[in-house]
């Protein structure tokens, strides 16, 4: 009879987890050891704390997983971003930990000229969202800078278009600094050179640039790729120095054409944005003078003919001074009269006064105040008389006063004395009545705990308690329970009526003085 669960017997070996997957592992990697995979990058979140950075590729059907480990990451030339269409040159894989395969990425290739422009509308639509294209942050370059800044190759034929024309038009100092203007490394030198020149500080050694030009030739698409770079969109958008863009053909469009303060078509267009022409400047100033000299002439000429016009209406100075030199005729006339007039006015009222002033006039008024003195004189004295013997009738009574008082002071003194004595002996009496060490020398102990409280009730104690026994001469310890010793049960007094305990206690109301607390009670 056969065992229906014994598992049947067979030729194929038993393979583990492990020596599966690496077989697995094995044959795509023999199979596809070097591939080229064009898809969309997608998942891209920047490289990973390791240095590595992990993504997918995908298309319309299908999505690969990719990694590109640290090393291989700072040589790609084509950095990898979300949405960027590119072609991954790599081999395949598999991760046995998870069951699945990847590409491990080696280089990195944009899928042509569409892919290229999608990824630089995408950079341009996210850069523009942060507000470096705005025209708020743009500014007018200086009129006529003293020293210019470009960054460009210094060995193509760029920089000396530039130079050729600010020398035709308004030579000015330039300073070059130098940098590749494609390639791999481009991006980064054009924004290290953007931000060198406004670290410069003004009055340096190296003097600071008025206006900066970055410039290159025309190109290809992907030529101009370092000039989108988002590097260099930043670095010029944080420009405190205005910035003029001239990269490529007038047809040619780079990210770096929107962050700048000025686009220009040319690198030559750009020399003629930066300086005026310095022939027209002076013709213009020239004009600008001989105008100014024309109009001061008017001017002159114009004012001259008001003042001759004005001046015919103004009287002649005769005319002017014939008024008052009549005015002051008549008055030299009159002035000798008026004078003698003057003096005799005074001299009548002088007179007046000094019969006025007389010495029979002066004698009389001095004889009159002489008579008023002497009255009040006489009246003083009368009046201080009065005056001192009122004061002193007053001082007689006060004194009569005094003695009555301090002859009714001793009296009263005395007698308050014996008051309080006495009161101060029935106090004495009280306290020595209602004092516990009066009944100490009666024959009574005082019976204290071992915290000091005294002890009212036996049956509050049990054996081997501690007491202090206080008599009339001093203080013995005890023990509860100890030798010699023995609690005794105090006598049950013999109960009286209601009616007998509370006529002795009116009888002891109305012959004791006022119940004060004692030591025996708290």
């Not at 995979?37 to 299908?62: M, N, P, T």
């Not at 020149?197 to 340096?204: K, R």
């Amino acid at each position: 009879m056969v065992d229906v669960f014994e598992s049947p017997e067979s030729n194929n070996p038993d393979w583990t987890v492990s020596e599966l997957s690496g077989a697995l592992k094995r044959t795509v990697e023999d199979a596809f050891g070097h591939v080229r995979v064009r898809g969309e990058i997608s998942g891209f979140r920047g490289q990973h704390s390791s240095g590595h950075a992990y993504f997918s590729l995908k298309d319309a059907a299908a999505r690969l997983d990719a990694v590109v480990w640290k090393g291989n990451f700072s040589r790609l030339k084509v950095k990898p971003e979300e949405g960027l269409e590119v072609v991954a040159i790599g081999r395949i894989t598999t991760f046995p930990g998870k069951s699945s395969y990847q590409i491990v990425i080696e280089q990195i290739e944009y899928a042509g000229a569409g892919a290229i422009m999608a990824m630089l509308e995408e950079r341009k639509r996210r850069l523009a969202a942060e507000g470096l294209f705005s025209a708020e942050r743009k500014r007018r370059p200086p009129f006529l800078p003293g020293v210019i800044g470009v960054v460009t190759s210094p060995t193509g034929a760029v920089i000396r278009d530039i130079l050729h024309r600010l020398t035709d038009r308004f030579p000015r100092r330039v300073i070059v600094w130098p940098v590749r203007v494609q390639g791999d490394t481009c991006g980064m030198e054009v924004a290290n050179a953007i931000r060198g020149f406004n670290a410069l500080l003004p009055g340096g050694v190296v003097p600071r640039p008025d206006v900066l030009i970055v410039a290159r030739g025309g190109g290809s698409l992907e030529d101009l790729l370092g000039f989108s770079e988002e590097a260099v969109v930043r670095a010029a958008a944080e420009s405190e120095i205005p910035l003029i863009a001239a990269v490529g053909h007038e047809t040619d469009v780079t990210l770096i054409d929107f962050a700048a303060d000025v686009r220009a078509p040319t690198p030559t267009a750009a020399a003629e944005m930066a300086v005026p022409v310095r022939a027209e400047l002076v013709a213009e100033v020239e004009s600008l003078r001989a105008r100014l000299r024309t109009c001061i002439s008017r001017g002159q000429d114009r004012r001259r003919a008001d003042l001759k016009a004005i001046a015919r209406h103004l009287p002649s100075p005769e005319a002017l001074l014939a008024v008052p030199r009549q005015r002051l005729d008549i008055a030299a006339h009159r002035l000798p009269r008026a004078l003698k007039a003057n003096a005799g006015a005074h001299r009548l009222m002088l007179a007046r006064v000094e019969a006025r002033f007389g010495p029979a006039r002066l004698e009389a008024l001095v004889a009159r105040r002489r008579e008023r003195f002497d009255m009040f004189a006489g009246r003083l004295g009368t009046a201080f008389g009065v005056n001192t013997g009122a004061h002193i009738e007053r001082i007689k009574r006060w004194r009569e006063r005094v003695v009555t008082a301090e002859s009714r002071l001793a009296p009263a003194f005395r007698r308050m004395t014996e008051v309080r004595a006495s009161r101060l002996a029935a106090l004495g009496q009280l306290l020595g009545a209602l004092s516990y060490q009066g009944v100490l020398a009666r024959g009574f102990a005082l019976v204290r705990d071992a915290a000091g409280a005294p002890v009212r009730l036996a049956s509050n104690l049990r054996t081997g308690d501690p007491l202090d026994i206080q008599f009339a001469d001093g203080t013995v310890p005890a023990v509860v329970g100890g030798s010699g010793t023995m609690a005794r049960t105090p006598a049950t007094p013999r109960r009286r009526s209601a009616k007998s305990r509370d006529k002795d206690s009116a009888e002891a109301d109305l012959h004791s003085p006022p119940r004060q607390p004692t030591l025996f009670e708290n």
